[in-house]
Every structure is written in C-alpha cells, then in structure tokens.
C-alpha cells in the first residue's frame, strides 16, 4: 500500500484563523496533488506539482497555497479560513507510468 | 482526457461477481483505463489499469472490448465492505496531467 500521509484527518477551526493541511509521502514521488471534494460530490483537482519549487493550479479554483520545498511534501495553507472552505482535502502522490495514490484526506469544517 | 460514462448507481449480491460497465468511446490510442474506488469519503483507493489486454490482480479483472470504447471492472465475489463509488478514468499512461474523476458508480453490496 501506497505511503503518503495527511494531517490532520479531522480539523474544526474558526473563521479567520491561518491554516495548513500537511501532506508527506515517503515514496520519492514526483507529482504530488491536492483535490478537494464536498461531501457527495465529485473530486476537483485544486494544486499539483511536478517536483521541488513546481507548483501549479488546477481545474477549481481555490483560495488556498502550496509550496514544494522539498520532495517529500507538500502543504496546503488557507491564509483566512472561511466557511466556504468547508470540505475534505485529498493528497496524492505519483511518478510517471504509475497510478496516483491517495492519503486519507483532511476534513475541513470551519465555523 | 477522454469522457467516461458510468451508470449512476448499481446494486449487488454478496457472494456473487460486481460487473461494473465504463463507456469511453472517445479514448485515444495512448491513453489507459484506469479504475479508483472510494469508500465512506475516504481517499479513493487504486484498483487496476490497462490498455487494451485484459488485466487481473488480487482485487478485480478489467475486460477491455477490441475497440477499446468500453470496459468492464470484475469484482469476482463481492463483500460488504466492496460497498464503494467506483470510478473509471481515462488519462494518458505517463502524462504530466492528473486524472480527473467523475461522478463514479455507487455500489451497494447486498447481504
């Protein structure tokens, strides 16, 4: 099974606050991704990176960072959390002519 | 990315073979078949991929028609815990860009 993680796996936080969702994985990928996807809904790609200082953003727009420093992972920063950004948060890694796998996800709920 | 087209929901008898149909009619020649499952919102979880021969793995078979327009994902003796979206996705084997998920298949297993 695939090595990457995410925490936190839950997070409840106040409007306003700063956030960042971690996303590490031990597999020396290259490509590493974030999705976001509300409760029943489809998964939308929001960041993706092909290695170290590479960030892109992808089909949904969000309101959120990353940052690729190094490798292995791969944060995502909310600088002022609203409840807009209410949702789950899913990581995943992989190296060309392989399938991506995923972390667990991050649940977001901001009040 | 080709279009894949998923029945929204199917149900099935535990104990007995998932047959899970993906129309991608509009697939390229470099492009895969490759098919996720999700369960309870976690991350989706990598079941099997291929090109145009049938695969098999520990999980499920992947029946590929000559043409390539269709697919089939074989879960030989469903249980319970295969309750689950399914998701058939067609993306290039070594592109830069990351698979993009649909609205999936919901499978219910049945006791």
């Known amino acids: 099974e695939a090595d990457i993680y995410q925490t936190p796996r839950y997070l409840v936080i106040g409007t306003g606050k700063k956030i960042t969702l971690e996303c590490s994985q031990t597999?020396?990928?290259?490509?590493m991704y974030w999705y976001q996807q509300d409760p029943g809904m489809e998964l939308h790609l929001i960041h993706y990176?092909?290695?170290?200082?590479?960030?892109e953003k992808g089909d949904l727009s969000s309101e959120s960072t990353v940052s690729r420093i190094r490798t292995e992972h791969f944060p995502l920063t909310l600088e002022s959390a609203r409840p807009s950004h209410t949702s789950q948060y899913l990581c995943?890694?992989?190296?060309?002519?392989?399938?991506?796998?995923f972390g667990q996800g991050t649940r977001l709920t901001v009040v | 990315d080709a279009k894949t087209t998923q029945p929204t929901s199917m149900d099935c008898a535990e104990g007995r073979a998932a047959n899970l149909p993906c129309n991608h009619s509009?697939?390229?020649?470099?492009?895969?078949v490759y098919w996720y499952r999700q369960i309870h919102s976690q991350g989706p979880q990598y079941i099997i991929h291929?090109?145009?021969n049938n695969e098999t793995n520990e999980m499920a078979s992947l029946i590929i028609t000559e043409d390539r327009k269709s697919s089939t994902l074989i879960l030989p003796h469903a249980t319970l815990r295969d309750t689950a979206v399914y998701y058939c996705?067609?993306?290039?084997?070594?592109?830069?860009?990351?698979?993009?998920f649909g609205s999936g298949t919901r499978l219910q297993v049945q006791p």
């Open positions: 995943a890694s992989s190296v060309p002519g392989q399938p991506a796998f």
């Open positions: 597999m020396g990928h290259d490509k």
């Open positions: 990176s092909y290695g170290v200082n590479s960030t």
């Open positions: 509009t697939i390229s020649g470099n492009e895969y």
């Open positions: 291929g090109l145009k």
């Open positions: 996705i067609v993306a290039p084997y070594t592109g830069r860009r990351a698979l993009t």
